[in-house]
């Protein structure tokens, strides 16, 4: 393996935080004046519809901690790890480049389309801009990508937090701590910096004295699950939070677990500041033409599909169509809560790739190579030998070898970062477990607000069928759809079927993005935004292209060789139902362009069409 000169991973921190500051100041700004014309006079579906239950106004700050919570998943944490086997230059730039210029124009134009359709679903959105056909091919594909989403975090999950008794006590305890901060704030005038402090210190007390807790046997063994038992908690747990108003759990809980996250990160970036590591993984390594025991593909275009959130991913369209446009105050938040949120999880991205890279290349692909083909791996290539692993080992009291699947390595990889800084030497065992609850922690906020928004979307699609569905306050409605959309992603969670086709989801995360991006487009081009338009155009073409590109060779490289003939069906059922979408949203497109702008819409502006939300 050729090194190319050794980088600190202090550039690397600092190049992220410069470039998204300048893309905040510069780019997220030309974008909310020139693209979307946000109008801080326009009466947003939160004020218009409040229910107190779903339509309810938030503070702006609480929404970006619930809106960055619900995005930031296992993607920006695993995908840059798994993606490490490339080197570290292809994951950094993909991240710098896909996050400013794709993710962060992703999320902010979907999160302005579903404002302005009354905070309904990309359904929606795509029914009364393209066509209603439209519309119900991208609901079913929007239900088929986001089933297998939250099946595949929630297996993620599963994995972090069985037999672990203490991650699992810090979990669980987030759920009370905040139903008393959703009760404060919500009866309480003036008390958000009041429920955050609280908040913040009951939640210190957990993590810290949860510690001491597990060490009694007694209490340890309560919150020893096994996963069949945490299978079906995740599965309730996602019910309750997707029928109980939205200010009683699921935002004040996101919004605890962002101090969390943001919290371990900035800790992190403390820690890489503090320590200086070297960045041990080389630019490039020679898995990048394939082969690889990672990942089986090439990294030009497989990059783009391992890391998907972090630098563009279409689960983000599901929120930012689902709970948090139904809980925006002003049009003008749309900058900080859309595009603000993506460049903190890209940076949080950029933090799991660097910590991977810390490792030594041979201790980084021991964790990763499964254990059957570990010998054979290493006999081919003798340079890539344990290095620092057993020591690992011995100080963290867990085999670490063949523990696939990005979590364990980037656990690893900031418990290294951590135990370097001077006294923190007997901790590593501490800060291996926190990391592995840290990662918990993250995926369960995606599960909680991704299983209210499938509601949102079952129900609107039933109420095509029966109309009184669409209604979100019928209490029947509400918990028929909910038992049913949970029970199709907590049966595949409690069988495991699904996680073997954690490859199908990163392509149809893809394409789900590419969608969000090509049906706002033609939202904007209908609003007669002419040439600003291609500032999501471009995006969702290139996103369509790469990761149709990426489908082919999965299907024809792997699944149909490896006999996986199911999942191929899977996936090339998914890019036939976008590839509807798309097509169609193309012919609209060139309609668009002939058309004179002459009508007035209900915000004022001149548009092309007028469309009856």
């Given at each position: 393996m050729d090194f190319i000169n050794e980088m600190s991973a202090l550039t690397l921190v600092f190049a992220a935080l410069l470039i998204f500051a300048i893309a905040y100041r510069f780019y997220g700004v030309f974008m909310a004046q020139r693209v979307i014309r946000l109008n801080a006079k326009n009466i947003t579906p939160a004020v218009a519809y409040a229910d107190g239950q779903d339509y309810v106004v938030t503070n702006k700050n609480v929404l970006f901690g619930h809106h960055f919570a619900a995005i930031a998943a296992a993607g920006p944490l695993v995908g840059p790890v798994l993606a490490?086997?490339?080197?570290?230059?292809?994951?950094?730039?993909?991240?710098?480049?896909?996050?400013?210029?794709?993710?962060?124009?992703?999320?902010?134009?979907?999160?302005?389309?579903?404002?302005?359709?009354?905070?309904?679903?990309?359904?929606?959105?795509?029914?009364?801009?393209?066509?209603?056909?439209?519309?119900?091919v991208t609901g079913l594909s929007v239900?088929?990508?986001?089933?297998?989403?939250?099946?595949?975090?929630?297996?993620?999950?599963?994995?972090?937090?069985?037999?672990a008794p203490w991650s699992l006590f810090t979990v669980i305890i987030t759920m009370p701590i905040a139903i008393i901060m959703g009760l404060i704030m919500r009866y309480r005038k003036n008390s958000?910096?009041?429920?955050?402090?609280?908040?913040?210190?009951?939640?210190?007390?957990?993590?810290?004295?949860?510690?001491?807790?597990?060490?009694?046997?007694?209490?340890?063994?309560?919150?020893?699950?096994?996963?069949?038992?945490?299978?079906?908690?995740?599965?309730?747990?996602?019910?309750?939070?997707?029928?109980?108003?939205?200010?009683?759990?699921?935002?004040?809980?996101?919004?605890?677990?962002?101090?969390?996250?943001?919290?371990?990160?900035?800790?992190?970036?403390?820690?890489?500041?503090?320590?200086?590591?070297?960045?041990?993984?080389?630019?490039?390594?020679?898995?990048?033409?394939?082969?690889?025991?990672?990942?089986?593909?090439?990294?030009?275009?497989?990059?783009?599909?391992?890391?998907?959130?972090?630098?563009?991913?279409?689960?983000?369209?599901?929120?930012?169509?689902?709970?948090?446009?139904?809980?925006?105050?002003?049009?003008?938040?749309?900058?900080?809560?859309?595009?603000?949120?993506?460049?903190?999880?890209?940076?949080?991205?950029l933090m799991a790739l660097i910590a991977a890279c810390t490792l030594m290349p041979g201790d980084y692909f021991a964790i990763n190579v499964p254990a059957a083909v570990y010998d054979s791996f290493l006999a081919n290539h003798p340079n890539l030998h344990q290095v620092e692993l057993q020591s690992y080992v011995d100080k963290i009291g867990v085999e670490l070898q063949g523990r696939t699947g990005g979590a364990v390595s980037l656990a690893v990889g900031m418990a290294h970062i951590f135990h370097?800084?001077?006294?923190?030497?007997?901790?590593?065992?501490?800060?291996?477990n926190f990391a592995i609850m840290f990662e918990a922690v993250f995926i369960l906020t995606a599960i909680d607000a991704g299983t209210r928004v499938g509601?949102?979307?079952?129900?609107?699609?039933?109420?095509?069928?029966?109309?009184?569905?669409?209604?979100?306050?019928?209490?029947?409605?509400?918990?028929?759809?909910s038992f049913v959309f949970t029970f199709a992603w907590g049966y595949l969670v409690f069988t495991g079927n699904v996680s073997s086709i954690w490859p199908l989801f990163g392509i149809s995360n893809q394409l789900l993005a590419a969608c969000g991006l090509i049906v706002c487009t033609t939202m904007l081009l209908r609003l007669n935004r002419g040439k600003y338009a291609l500032c999501s155009a471009i995006p969702g073409v290139f996103m369509s292209i790469i990761t149709y590109w990426a489908g082919y060779i999965q299907v024809v490289d792997i699944y149909i060789p490896n006999g996986q003939y199911m999942l191929a069906s899977l996936a090339i059922l998914a890019m036939v139902l976008m590839s509807i979408v798309f097509v169609a949203a193309f012919r609209k497109w060139f309609q668009l362009r002939g058309m004179p702008a002459d009508k007035v819409d209900e915000y004022g502006e001149v548009v092309k069409v007028w469309v009856d939300k």
């Open positions: 490490a086997q490339f080197g570290y230059l292809p994951g950094a730039l993909w991240i710098l480049i896909g996050c400013v210029l794709g993710g962060g124009v992703h999320d902010m134009i979907v999160l302005f389309a579903s404002v302005r359709h009354k905070g309904q679903s990309l359904a929606t959105i795509a029914s009364k801009e393209i066509g209603s056909t439209i519309g119900t239900l088929f990508i986001l089933v297998l989403t939250l099946a595949g975090l929630s297996l993620a999950c599963i994995s972090a937090m069985h037999e958000i910096t009041f429920a955050s402090i609280l908040g913040g210190i009951l939640l210190f007390i957990g993590i810290i004295g949860g510690h001491d807790l597990m060490q009694h046997e007694h209490i340890s063994n309560l919150f020893h699950w096994n996963v069949s038992t945490i299978s079906v908690a995740i599965a309730v747990y996602g019910f309750l939070a997707s029928v109980l108003p939205v200010w009683l759990l699921l935002v004040p809980r996101d919004y605890l677990s962002t101090y969390l996250k943001i919290g371990t990160i900035l800790m992190l970036t403390v820690g890489i500041i503090f320590v200086n590591p070297t960045i041990e993984m080389p630019a490039l390594t020679q898995f990048i033409k394939g082969g690889g025991p990672v990942i089986g593909g090439a990294v030009w275009p497989f990059i783009f599909i391992v890391i998907a959130c972090g630098a563009i991913s279409g689960f983000h369209a599901i929120i930012a169509t689902g709970t948090t446009p139904k809980m925006l105050g002003n049009e003008k938040e749309i900058l900080f809560v859309g595009y603000g949120a993506m460049l903190v999880e890209g940076f949080v991205a370097n800084i001077p006294f923190m030497d007997d901790l590593m065992a501490y800060w291996y509601r949102f979307f079952l129900q609107e699609m039933l109420g095509m069928v029966m109309p009184r569905f669409s209604d979100k306050n019928w209490l029947p409605g509400v918990m028929i759809s």
